[in-house]
């Protein structure tokens, strides 16, 4: 069974397995219609893609993700699909170019229930790849995974999601996002890089690969078929994400932007971009190896497995920001839900408040645009004092009510005169967040109050709807 395993390709064995179960579950289907009655219409063919036509909402059940990796990458990065992917309920394949030498990769991947199946690719190599400053050709196979995820033959399918194996996906919030949109119609949907420079070159038309994309059935059925005759044309093309995005753009469709996927073509902290979060779900989080873990003194997954453990009770509501201001002592409070608190000494006007604090480093440096990025920054104050005091998340619950309970701790600040010194904790209460479709699609920010408190290092905050005409500043 081990040398089977090693030399026959995953895919195969999995076609093996599963058309052996479509045959006898079609001989026990066939013994109960005749056992009972012929009445029965049943549709238990699966051998072409299908669209799922019905008007019921859209689940993750209609969804089918196909994750490009290799088998170099995926011992290291299979850590971050366990963080979101459940086999539970999800269906796809992790595509990549030979299995994992370790044979316990191959096995874990079978019997473990938080990871994707494997998928061997198909051969690329006659395909070219003339890319010049040296590219990877691999960006031919993994763009083929749009095709050969399609090829997989999942019937009842509204949408297919793509992303690399260092996407982080917030499953439950994409199922939000893409029920917007009428699968039945061609949709592109993704979003281009924070870095000026490279969507100005690869396009503000393209949905970058790694912070992962979406496609409706209907366009990638199509897509499927006349992908192979199209990317011929792109052999000069860097990515994987380009070649996609040619052959979308020579369909005439183009790119639906959704705000909720990150590319993350950021060094160092992304503090600054977690705190700002669009208002808009959150989607997806890249390169987790290449930006510093985004809660102090924790190691990169356990950052993210921490974000998680929010994302768990209130996925809709993670990170979104919400403002409020203490008159009294003339402080400004930013919450990023399920991630961080930020306190300001002093009145920040929200459209302020909402811009993003370089807290990062630009990708490349001593290029003409480093250090420009596709939303408006602010620099970090070069006195620390002068900086917001940041509480990160603690811990969340949710109690039978369904009142959510999050707090966040103080994290170190290198600064001697530190007004706000004996307060530890902020407690944040609010019910769970439903992006209904009205929320969807003209979504209004949430409003909060600072609840009155006895206790010195303890600050209480609910967080509610805003009122019909109510502004948010400090009064
Ligand atoms: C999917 O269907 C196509 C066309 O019927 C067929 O060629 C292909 O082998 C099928 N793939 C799988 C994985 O069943
Ligand atoms: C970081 O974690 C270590 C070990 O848990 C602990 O000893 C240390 O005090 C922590 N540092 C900060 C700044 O929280
Ligand atoms: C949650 O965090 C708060 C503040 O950091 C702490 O006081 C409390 O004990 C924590 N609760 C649990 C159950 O860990
Ligand atoms: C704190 O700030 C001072 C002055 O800006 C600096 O010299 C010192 O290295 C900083 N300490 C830490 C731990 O960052």
Same mark, same amino acid.
């Given at each position: 069974?081990?040398? *089977? @395993? =090693? $030399?026959?390709?995953?895919?195969?064995?999995?076609?093996?397995?599963?058309?052996?179960?479509? @045959?006898?579950?079609?001989?026990?289907?066939?013994?109960?219609?005749?056992?009972?009655?012929?009445? &029965?219409?049943?549709? @238990?063919?699966?051998?072409?893609p299908q669209l799922s036509t019905e008007s019921s909402p859209t689940t993750i059940d209609? !969804?089918?993700?196909?994750?490009?990796?290799?088998?170099?990458?995926?011992?290291?990065?299979?850590?971050?699909?366990?963080?979101?992917? #459940?086999?539970?309920?999800?269906?796809?394949?992790?595509?990549?170019?030979? !299995?994992?030498?370790?044979? #316990?990769?191959?096995?874990?991947?079978?019997?473990?229930?938080?990871?994707?199946?494997?998928?061997?690719?198909?051969?690329?190599?006659?395909?070219?790849?003339?890319?010049?400053?040296?590219?990877?050709?691999?960006?031919?196979?993994?763009?083929?995974?749009? =095709?050969?995820?399609? %090829? &997989? $033959?999942?019937?009842?399918?509204?949408?297919?999601?793509?992303?690399?194996?260092?996407?982080?996906?917030?499953?439950? #919030?994409?199922?939000?996002? *893409?029920?917007?949109?009428?699968?039945?119609?061609?949709?592109?949907?993704?979003?281009?890089?924070?870095?000026?420079?490279?969507?100005?070159?690869?396009?503000?038309?393209?949905?970058?690969?790694?912070?992962?994309?979406?496609?409706?059935?209907? *366009?990638?059925?199509? &897509?499927?078929?006349?992908?192979?005759?199209?990317?011929?044309?792109?052999?000069? !093309?860097?990515?994987?994400?380009?070649?996609?995005?040619?052959?979308?753009?020579?369909?005439?469709?183009? *790119?639906?932007?959704?705000?909720?996927?990150?590319?993350?073509?950021?060094?160092?902290?992304?503090?600054?971009?977690?705190?700002?979060?669009?208002?808009?779900? !959150?989607?997806?989080?890249?390169?987790?190896?290449?930006?510093?873990? @985004?809660?102090? $003194?924790?190691?990169?997954? #356990?950052?993210?497995?921490?974000?998680? %453990?929010?994302?768990?009770?209130?996925?809709?509501?993670?990170?979104?920001?919400?403002?409020?201001?203490?008159?009294?002592?003339?402080?400004?409070?930013?919450?990023?839900?399920?991630?961080?608190?930020?306190?300001?000494?002093?009145?920040?006007?929200?459209?302020?408040?909402?811009?993003?604090?370089?807290?990062?480093?630009?990708?490349? %440096?001593?290029?003409?645009?480093?250090?420009?990025?596709?939303?408006?920054?602010t620099k970090l104050h070069h006195d620390p004092c002068k900086r917001p005091n940041i509480?990160?998340l603690d811990n969340v619950s949710s109690d039978k009510d369904g009142i959510i309970t999050?707090?966040?701790?103080?994290?170190?600040?290198?600064?001697?005169?530190?007004?706000?010194?004996?307060?530890?904790?902020?407690?944040?209460?609010?019910?769970?967040?439903?992006?209904?479709?009205?929320?969807?699609?003209?979504?209004?920010?949430?409003?909060?109050?600072?609840?009155?408190?006895?206790?010195?290092?303890?600050? %209480?905050?609910?967080?509610?709807?805003?009122?019909?005409?109510?502004?948010?500043?400090?009064?």
């Open positions: 069974m081990k040398s *089977l @395993i =090693k $030399n026959q390709p995953l895919t195969k064995l999995f076609l093996i397995s599963s058309s052996l179960c479509a @045959i006898s579950l079609f001989l026990f289907l066939t013994i109960l219609l005749f056992t009972t009655s012929n009445i &029965l219409i049943l549709n @238990i063919g699966n051998s072409s209609h !969804l089918i993700f196909g994750i490009a990796s290799s088998g170099i990458s995926w011992p290291k990065r299979k850590k971050y699909s366990k963080l979101w992917w #459940n086999n539970k309920n999800m269906k796809g394949c992790v595509f990549v170019d030979t !299995l994992p030498v370790e044979e #316990n990769d191959i096995k874990i991947n079978i019997d473990d229930v938080s990871l994707p199946p494997l998928c061997v690719s198909e051969d690329t190599s006659n395909f070219h790849y003339t890319y010049k400053p040296g590219g990877l050709r691999s960006a031919i196979r993994v763009a083929r995974v749009v =095709k050969e995820t399609v %090829e &997989l $033959n999942h019937s009842n399918v509204r949408w297919y999601v793509f992303g690399d194996d260092d996407t982080i996906f917030f499953p439950e #919030n994409l199922v939000k996002t *893409l029920s917007k949109y009428d699968h039945r119609n061609w949709y592109y949907v993704g979003a281009y890089s924070e870095n000026y420079e490279a969507s100005h070159v690869f396009g503000f038309g393209m949905a970058f690969g790694g912070s992962g994309f979406a496609l409706s059935a209907s *366009l990638a059925n199509v &897509l499927a078929k006349v992908f192979d005759s199209c990317i011929r044309r792109y052999s000069h !093309l860097y990515g994987s994400d380009a070649r996609v995005f040619s052959c979308i753009t020579e369909l005439g469709v183009g *790119l639906t932007y959704e705000p909720g996927f990150h590319q993350v073509d950021l060094r160092g902290n992304i503090f600054g971009l977690l705190a700002a979060h669009p208002l808009s779900p !959150l989607l997806s989080l890249h390169h987790p190896d290449i930006t510093d873990a @985004i809660f102090p $003194n924790m190691t990169n997954s #356990n950052s993210l497995q921490h974000l998680f %453990e929010a994302a768990n009770v209130d996925s809709q509501r993670i990170l979104q920001q919400t403002v409020c201001y203490e008159r009294r002592f003339s402080q400004t409070i930013s919450i990023s839900w399920g991630y961080a608190v930020q306190l300001f000494q002093n009145n920040v006007l929200l459209p302020d408040v909402l811009r993003v604090q370089e807290t990062f480093k630009t990708w490349k %440096e001593n290029t003409v645009m480093a250090g420009i990025y596709t939303f408006s920054t509480f990160y999050s707090n966040y701790k103080k994290s170190f600040r290198n600064c001697s005169y530190d007004t706000s010194k004996n307060l530890e904790v902020i407690k944040v209460v609010t019910n769970k967040l439903d992006f209904d479709s009205k929320q969807l699609q003209a979504p209004r920010r949430q409003c909060c109050d600072v609840l009155p408190s006895n206790s010195g290092h303890l600050m %209480e905050i609910a967080i509610r709807e805003c009122k019909y005409e109510e502004l948010i500043y400090m009064h």
